[in-house]
């Protein structure tokens, strides 16, 4: 199975910007949770907290395929450089304003500039692995594979990362961290120029661009939204469940459990030659990932809720996987960035209101019932993955 990975990380300049990537996508995994502890620790509202985090995930899915779309067709360095600059001074001011008692209409200016500015670091990640590898189509979804394993990694530690400095420094050095982390990793990718895609300018004497497949990427888009709302939900319940259980401290290694699943099953993956189409393999994961949220809302016991989030980690990763591969397989090259961005745009707009809803829940029936916001956003998805049309033959 290591073959299988060494084999593609041979590729020249393959480590350098995969591993920059990795520490740009740090702040997917810290910023949410870290707004979580920092608005509520200030004001005793998850109610607040949740909203303030999906405002910051909602201006990203907005944002995300206009970012796409610039990164097609300027180039990665061009738009990644300007984005986190943006991304850092409002989210460093958003530190200031919560600290500082602000009006909430400052918090909330400041969450949309920031999440608005994300920079798409693991969308940017998958076009260059898609572009290295050009003449060698079968190694895509492998290299696929890898990054799914490294966003794990990035779920894996931030939480656990963020929570500590959270809970025995200050919530606001956990947030700064994790825009330091998104600063330094993505002008390390920015200034790798060997590995960067072409961009695809428009002229208009070229007429019209390639058409996006939408008959695929719609329901795409509604399935990775459901699947945010199930993360963006389970991940402040789970917050809310430790504090429930007598420890915030808990809640990193809970969600850590959780993205340490879907790393090993993600491990697996990328090493297999399926033969099954990714729309099967989509099916399949949303229903597990499903199945997974149902016993969460019984779970009254630490030990318990760990075991049952690993095993439940394990759905994650190949469903991710399935559903790049879909993706990478039905979009234009000159469009891929674009098309990836839709991915990202819908599990990034599902994350807000999972967890604006999610958090709602728990401040009025408790940590457990607010579970099943989670599985009710599974069951769509496993529902409107059957509207994915199968590949012609």
């Not at 360095?77 to 300007?82: C, I, N």
């Not at 917050?239 to 809640?251: K, N």
């Not at 199945?291 to 019984?298: H, I, K, T, Y």
């Amino acid at each position: 199975m290591l073959d299988t990975y060494r084999r593609i990380l041979t590729v020249p300049g393959s480590r350098r910007f995969s591993g920059a990537a990795f520490v740009a996508r740090l702040p997917i995994s810290m910023v949410g949770i870290g707004i979580v502890l920092l608005v509520q620790d200030a004001t005793g509202s998850y109610g607040l907290a949740g909203a303030v985090s999906a405002i910051y995930v909602a201006a990203g899915a907005v944002m995300a395929i206009v970012q796409g779309r610039w990164l097609d067709r300027h180039g990665q360095s061009r738009v990644l450089l300007p984005m986190v600059a943006v991304f850092t001074v409002s989210l460093g001011m958003l530190v200031v304003a919560v600290g500082a008692g602000w009006p909430a209409a400052w918090t909330y200016v400041l969450a949309a500039l920031g999440g608005g500015s994300l920079p798409a670091a693991g969308t940017c990640v998958r076009a260059r692995w898609s572009h290295v590898l050009r003449e060698r189509p079968a190694d895509v979804q492998t290299a696929f594979a890898l990054e799914a394993v490294v966003d794990e990694a990035v779920f894996m530690l931030g939480p656990i990362l963020v929570t500590l400095l959270a809970t025995t420094i200050s919530p606001a050095v956990g947030v700064v961290t994790a825009v330091v982390a998104g600063l330094v990793g993505t002008v390390l990718l920015a200034v790798q120029r060997s590995t960067e895609p072409p961009a695809h300018p428009r002229r208009r004497s070229e007429g019209a661009a390639e058409p996006l497949p939408w008959r695929t990427l719609l329901p795409v888009a509604v399935v990775m939204f459901s699947l945010g709302t199930l993360f963006g939900g389970a991940e402040v319940v789970t917050v809310a469940f430790a504090e429930e259980q007598g420890s915030q401290a808990y809640a990193g290694p809970l969600l850590a459990l959780w993205a340490l699943g879907s790393l090993l099953a993600g491990l697996v993956t990328g090493a297999i030659h399926w033969k099954r189409p990714p729309v099967d393999r989509v099916r399949v994961g949303a229903l597990g990932m499903c199945v997974a949220m149902a016993p969460l809302a019984l779970v009254e016991s630490v030990p318990l809720m760990g075991g049952l989030l690993l095993l439940g980690g394990f759905a994650i990763a190949p469903t991710m996987i399935a559903v790049t591969s879909l993706v990478e397989r039905a979009v234009p090259p000159s469009r891929l960035a674009e098309g990836m961005s839709v991915l990202h745009s819908g599990v990034v707009a599902g994350v807000g209101p999972g967890a604006a809803l999610a958090g709602l829940v728990v401040d009025r029936s408790g940590a457990s019932a607010a579970y099943l916001v989670s599985f009710a956003a599974g069951a769509l998805a496993a529902l409107v993955a059957w509207l994915i049309p199968r590949p012609r033959a």
